[in-house]
């Protein structure tokens, strides 16, 4: 059984960056296509950015590209989240999520893919 543990939440102003990481355990990460979503109260929960197995492809939310970053480490089970300029309707729980991936190119922008999810980790943007 695949598990996710997100970590690297928390409170920062706005224009200020935050580093989110996940920690994969429980099966060959190499084989995983991953994500990040993100859900703010009472809205549903929005594709933020995808990377495929070997981190060589990467999509983004639009508002959210040339602003954060996606990458993982293969060796260390992990992937990463580098947002930086947040602003505050980007307040959410952010959450990790991980699919098997056929070939090492696949990415994810649909919920519905993916087959294991963390359990979020909250970021809070004040203005």
């Known amino acids: 059984q695949v598990q996710l543990l997100e970590s690297g939440g928390g409170l920062v102003q706005a224009g200020g960056s935050l580093r989110l990481s996940c920690a994969v355990s429980?099966?060959?990460?190499?084989?995983?296509?991953m994500g990040w979503f993100r859900q703010a109260p009472g809205k549903e929960r929005e594709f933020v950015a995808a990377?495929?197995?070997?981190?060589?492809?990467?999509r983004y939310k639009g508002s959210v590209r040339g602003r954060f970053t996606i990458s993982r480490d293969n060796a260390k089970n992990m992937v990463f989240l580098q947002m930086n300029t947040l602003q505050p309707e980007e307040t959410a729980l952010y959450y990790c999520?991980?699919?098997?991936?056929?070939?090492?190119?696949?990415?994810?922008?649909?919920?519905?893919?993916?087959?294991?999810w963390g359990q979020g980790t909250q970021v809070t943007v004040s203005s």
């Open positions: 990377i495929s197995r070997s981190g060589n492809d990467t």
């Open positions: 999520a991980a699919a098997w991936a056929h070939t090492s190119s696949d990415y994810f922008a649909s919920r519905s893919v993916y087959d294991y």
């Open positions: 429980g099966g060959t990460f190499s084989n995983l296509a």
